[in-house]
Protein backbone atom coordinates (compact mmCIF):
# COMPACT_ATOMS: atom_id res chain seq x y z
CA UNK A 1 0.00 0.00 0.00
CA UNK A 2 3.15 2.57 0.94
CA UNK A 3 4.94 1.86 -2.11
CA UNK A 4 1.29 2.42 -4.51
CA UNK A 5 1.36 5.88 -2.65
CA UNK A 6 4.56 6.68 -3.45
CA UNK A 7 4.43 5.45 -6.76
CA UNK A 8 1.37 8.15 -7.16
CA UNK A 9 3.24 10.80 -5.35
CA UNK A 10 6.10 10.54 -7.91
CA UNK A 11 3.16 10.92 -10.95
CA UNK A 12 2.12 13.89 -8.71
CA UNK A 13 5.58 15.56 -8.42
CA UNK A 14 6.00 14.97 -12.15
CA UNK A 15 2.89 17.03 -12.48
CA UNK A 16 4.11 19.65 -10.03
CA UNK A 17 6.88 19.96 -11.63
CA UNK A 18 5.15 20.55 -15.10
CA UNK A 19 3.45 23.41 -13.12
CA UNK A 20 6.60 24.77 -11.29
CA UNK A 21 7.79 25.49 -15.03
CA UNK A 22 4.67 26.60 -16.64
CA UNK A 23 4.36 29.23 -13.88
CA UNK A 24 8.29 30.28 -14.17
CA UNK A 25 7.24 31.09 -17.69
CA UNK A 26 4.11 33.04 -16.68
CA UNK A 27 6.22 34.76 -14.03
CA UNK A 28 8.91 35.87 -17.24
CA UNK A 29 5.72 37.84 -19.14
CA UNK A 30 5.41 41.10 -17.03
CA UNK A 31 9.97 41.23 -17.43
CA UNK A 32 9.15 41.01 -21.21
CA UNK A 33 6.46 44.15 -20.47
CA UNK A 34 8.65 45.65 -18.21
CA UNK A 35 11.07 46.16 -20.61
CA UNK A 36 9.22 47.15 -23.98
CA UNK A 37 7.91 49.76 -21.00
CA UNK A 38 11.13 50.83 -20.53
CA UNK A 39 12.05 50.91 -24.07
CA UNK A 40 8.77 53.13 -24.50
CA UNK A 41 9.92 55.56 -21.50
CA UNK A 42 13.48 56.36 -22.93
CA UNK A 43 12.14 57.18 -26.44
CA UNK A 44 9.83 59.37 -24.70
CA UNK A 45 12.71 60.72 -22.08
CA UNK A 46 14.00 61.68 -25.20
CA UNK A 47 11.58 63.22 -26.41
CA UNK A 48 10.83 65.06 -23.50
CA UNK A 49 14.79 66.44 -23.77
CA UNK A 50 14.38 67.41 -27.58
CA UNK A 51 11.09 69.23 -26.67
CA UNK A 52 13.04 71.07 -23.94
CA UNK A 53 16.13 72.25 -26.18
CA UNK A 54 13.66 73.25 -29.19
CA UNK A 55 12.33 75.83 -26.39
CA UNK A 56 15.07 77.22 -25.21
CA UNK A 57 16.70 77.69 -29.21
CA UNK A 58 13.76 79.16 -29.95
CA UNK A 59 13.50 81.05 -27.43
CA UNK A 60 17.07 82.21 -27.59
CA UNK A 61 16.69 82.81 -30.91
CA UNK A 62 13.57 85.16 -30.81
CA UNK A 63 15.62 87.35 -28.07
CA UNK A 64 18.10 87.46 -30.83
CA UNK A 65 16.11 88.54 -33.26
CA UNK A 66 14.56 91.21 -30.93
CA UNK A 67 18.32 92.24 -30.14
CA UNK A 68 19.27 92.73 -33.77
CA UNK A 69 15.99 94.60 -34.40
CA UNK A 70 17.20 97.03 -31.38
CA UNK A 71 20.88 97.14 -33.10
CA UNK A 72 19.07 98.54 -36.57
CA UNK A 73 17.38 100.97 -35.35
CA UNK A 74 20.38 102.29 -33.21
CA UNK A 75 22.03 102.08 -36.80
CA UNK A 76 19.13 103.49 -38.63
CA UNK A 77 19.22 106.45 -35.73
CA UNK A 78 22.60 107.32 -36.19
CA UNK A 79 23.14 106.81 -40.06
CA UNK A 80 20.24 109.93 -39.55
CA UNK A 81 22.11 111.64 -36.56
CA UNK A 82 25.38 111.86 -38.75
CA UNK A 83 24.17 114.19 -41.23
CA UNK A 84 23.12 116.83 -38.99
CA UNK A 85 26.31 117.68 -37.52
CA UNK A 86 28.50 120.44 -38.43
CA UNK A 87 32.20 119.40 -37.56
CA UNK A 88 34.14 116.76 -38.72
CA UNK A 89 35.28 115.02 -35.35
CA UNK A 90 31.39 114.60 -34.29
CA UNK A 91 30.93 112.95 -37.68
CA UNK A 92 34.17 110.37 -37.51
CA UNK A 93 32.70 109.73 -34.01
CA UNK A 94 29.30 108.26 -34.98
CA UNK A 95 30.26 107.22 -38.15
CA UNK A 96 32.79 104.90 -35.97
CA UNK A 97 29.47 103.90 -33.50
CA UNK A 98 27.62 103.14 -36.57
CA UNK A 99 30.40 100.57 -37.52
CA UNK A 100 30.13 98.90 -34.16
CA UNK A 101 27.02 98.58 -33.99
CA UNK A 102 27.15 97.12 -37.77
CA UNK A 103 29.83 94.59 -36.46
CA UNK A 104 27.71 93.40 -33.30
CA UNK A 105 24.25 93.38 -36.06
CA UNK A 106 26.43 91.55 -38.39
CA UNK A 107 27.61 88.89 -35.55
CA UNK A 108 23.89 88.70 -34.40
CA UNK A 109 22.74 87.79 -37.87
CA UNK A 110 25.62 84.82 -38.27
CA UNK A 111 23.99 83.78 -34.69
CA UNK A 112 20.37 83.95 -35.96
CA UNK A 113 21.04 81.95 -39.50
CA UNK A 114 23.38 79.53 -36.79
CA UNK A 115 20.19 79.09 -34.48
CA UNK A 116 18.02 78.65 -37.77
CA UNK A 117 20.25 75.62 -39.27
CA UNK A 118 20.12 74.10 -35.38
CA UNK A 119 16.37 74.46 -35.66
CA UNK A 120 15.77 72.85 -38.92
CA UNK A 121 18.04 69.93 -37.46
CA UNK A 122 16.46 69.88 -34.45
CA UNK A 123 12.17 69.70 -36.32
CA UNK A 124 13.72 66.73 -37.76
CA UNK A 125 15.19 64.89 -35.18
CA UNK A 126 12.49 65.50 -33.27
CA UNK A 127 9.95 64.28 -35.60
CA UNK A 128 12.09 61.08 -35.62
CA UNK A 129 12.01 60.30 -32.26
CA UNK A 130 8.17 61.26 -32.24
CA UNK A 131 7.66 58.60 -34.56
CA UNK A 132 10.38 56.09 -32.33
CA UNK A 133 7.63 57.14 -29.36
CA UNK A 134 4.84 56.15 -31.22
CA UNK A 135 6.11 52.81 -33.00
CA UNK A 136 7.44 51.72 -29.19
CA UNK A 137 3.77 52.97 -28.21
CA UNK A 138 2.38 50.33 -30.52
CA UNK A 139 4.98 47.43 -29.51
CA UNK A 140 3.72 47.81 -25.87
CA UNK A 141 0.18 47.88 -27.22
CA UNK A 142 1.14 44.28 -29.27
CA UNK A 143 3.02 43.21 -26.49
CA UNK A 144 0.01 43.64 -23.97
CA UNK A 145 -2.19 41.66 -26.35
CA UNK A 146 0.28 38.88 -26.97
CA UNK A 147 1.48 38.67 -22.84
CA UNK A 148 -2.51 38.20 -22.21
CA UNK A 149 -3.34 35.24 -24.22
CA UNK A 150 -0.16 33.78 -23.43
CA UNK A 151 -0.98 34.00 -20.00
CA UNK A 152 -4.29 32.47 -20.91
CA UNK A 153 -3.15 29.64 -22.21
CA UNK A 154 -0.60 28.78 -19.73
CA UNK A 155 -3.37 29.29 -17.30
CA UNK A 156 -5.40 27.36 -19.45
CA UNK A 157 -2.60 24.61 -19.44
CA UNK A 158 -1.96 24.94 -15.71
CA UNK A 159 -5.58 24.12 -14.92
CA UNK A 160 -5.29 21.14 -16.72
CA UNK A 161 -2.82 19.69 -15.37
CA UNK A 162 -3.78 20.32 -12.25
CA UNK A 163 -6.83 18.76 -12.83
CA UNK A 164 -4.63 15.48 -13.66
CA UNK A 165 -3.23 16.16 -10.17
CA UNK A 166 -6.07 16.21 -8.39
CA UNK A 167 -7.15 12.79 -10.03
CA UNK A 168 -3.93 11.33 -8.57
CA UNK A 169 -3.95 12.78 -5.31
CA UNK A 170 -7.36 11.16 -4.89
CA UNK A 171 -6.23 7.62 -5.75
CA UNK A 172 -3.46 8.16 -2.46
CA UNK A 173 -4.89 5.70 0.57
CA UNK A 174 -2.75 7.53 3.23
CA UNK A 175 -4.09 11.01 3.19
CA UNK A 176 -1.33 12.10 5.86
CA UNK A 177 1.65 11.19 3.44
CA UNK A 178 -0.19 13.70 0.82
CA UNK A 179 -0.29 16.53 3.68
CA UNK A 180 3.14 15.46 4.18
CA UNK A 181 4.73 15.79 0.90
CA UNK A 182 3.39 19.16 0.27
CA UNK A 183 4.68 19.81 3.43
CA UNK A 184 8.29 19.12 2.45
CA UNK A 185 7.81 20.48 -0.85
CA UNK A 186 6.57 23.49 0.13
CA UNK A 187 10.16 23.67 2.91
CA UNK A 188 12.08 21.93 0.57
CA UNK A 189 11.27 23.23 -2.84
CA UNK A 190 10.57 21.65 -6.04
CA UNK A 191 11.24 17.88 -4.72
CA UNK A 192 9.00 16.60 -1.83
CA UNK A 193 9.68 12.66 -2.82
CA UNK A 194 12.86 11.58 -3.62
CA UNK A 195 14.58 8.70 -5.40
CA UNK A 196 17.01 6.52 -3.51
CA UNK A 197 19.82 5.69 -6.08
CA UNK A 198 22.61 3.77 -5.70
CA UNK A 199 22.49 4.23 -1.92
CA UNK A 200 22.18 7.96 -1.98
CA UNK A 201 19.13 10.39 -1.92
CA UNK A 202 18.47 11.85 -5.27
CA UNK A 203 16.95 15.14 -3.86
CA UNK A 204 20.32 15.91 -2.39
CA UNK A 205 22.73 13.62 -3.29
CA UNK A 206 23.79 12.71 0.15
CA UNK A 207 24.52 9.13 1.62
CA UNK A 208 22.37 7.26 3.39
CA UNK A 209 22.77 5.08 6.12
CA UNK A 210 23.06 1.32 5.14
CA UNK A 211 19.76 0.87 7.52
CA UNK A 212 18.08 3.13 5.87
CA UNK A 213 18.31 1.67 2.65
CA UNK A 214 17.43 -1.66 3.82
CA UNK A 215 13.98 0.27 5.72
CA UNK A 216 13.50 1.95 2.39
CA UNK A 217 13.28 -0.76 0.59
CA UNK A 218 10.71 -2.88 2.68
CA UNK A 219 7.93 -0.26 2.32
CA UNK A 220 7.08 -0.51 5.78
CA UNK A 221 7.02 3.07 7.01
CA UNK A 222 7.63 6.04 5.49
CA UNK A 223 11.09 7.34 5.42
CA UNK A 224 12.54 10.79 5.06
CA UNK A 225 16.36 11.93 3.90
CA UNK A 226 18.32 13.36 7.21
CA UNK A 227 19.92 15.96 4.98
CA UNK A 228 17.06 17.75 3.36
CA UNK A 229 14.13 16.06 4.97
CA UNK A 230 12.21 14.79 1.75
CA UNK A 231 10.10 11.21 1.79
CA UNK A 232 12.33 8.79 0.15
CA UNK A 233 11.17 5.89 -1.88
CA UNK A 234 13.10 3.02 -3.54
CA UNK A 235 14.23 3.51 -7.06
CA UNK A 236 14.37 -0.17 -8.89
CA UNK A 237 17.89 -1.61 -8.74
Do not use: W
Not at 88 to 110: M, P, V
Not at 173 to 189: C, S, W
Request: glycine share 4%; aromatic share 4%; proline share 1%.
Amino acid sequence: MLKADLEILLKVQELDSKIDTISDSKAEIPKQLNGQKSALQAAQAALAALKKDSDNLLKGKKLQELELAAKTAEIKKLQEQQYAVKDNNSYAAIRHEIQTRQAEADKLEEVIITAMVEEDTSKKTFLETQNKVKEEEGKLKQLEAKCIEDEKKLDAEIDIIKKQRDEEIAKVGNTGLVRKYEEVRGNVGGQGIAKMQNNSCQGCFMNLRPQETIEIMKYEKVIFCETCGRILYAEKQ
